[in-house]
């Protein structure tokens, strides 16, 4: 199927997500999909060095069935698990950390500066 075909339904899609309710919007909000959403980031960072790793491995284990179901499945869960692992022991601390100082930091010197200089218009 080819993706051009979907447009015409993508506005039905977001206009039911955005009202909410029943169906998609309550299945995304299941405590395991958030936790997949939360774990998205480094999932995206994550699998390619993970899929180095995991064929490399296959090729010292000298394991055959590198594209079968089980192999893939045995990769997802890693990967999953592991992107997981990331959020909650470095990007979860390192956010709260920067919430924390950033509130306490001044204002950059870029944004004083913008407040006192005149734009082109007032000097006339």
Do not use: D, N
């Not at 015409?8 to 955005?18: K, N, S, T």
Request: proline share 7%; with cysteine; glycine share 10%.
């Amino acid at each position: 199927m080819q993706v051009g075909r979907c447009t015409p339904i993508q506005p039905v899609i977001f206009i039911g997500l955005a009202l909410g309710g029943v169906g998609l919007p309550g299945l995304l909000s299941l405590t395991w999909m958030v936790a997949l959403g939360q774990a998205s980031y480094g999932l995206y960072i994550l699998h390619i060095p993970l899929l180095a790793y995991f064929a490399s491995s296959e090729r010292i284990l000298k394991v055959g069935t590198r594209f079968g179901w089980v192999p893939f499945c045995t990769y997802s869960a890693i990967c999953i698990g592991v992107s997981y692992l990331v959020f909650l022991l470095y990007e979860e601390p390192s956010r709260a950390f920067l919430l924390r100082h950033l509130k306490k930091a001044p204002l950059p010197r870029s944004f004083h500066l913008a407040k006192t200089y005149p734009t082109e218009e007032a000097s006339g």
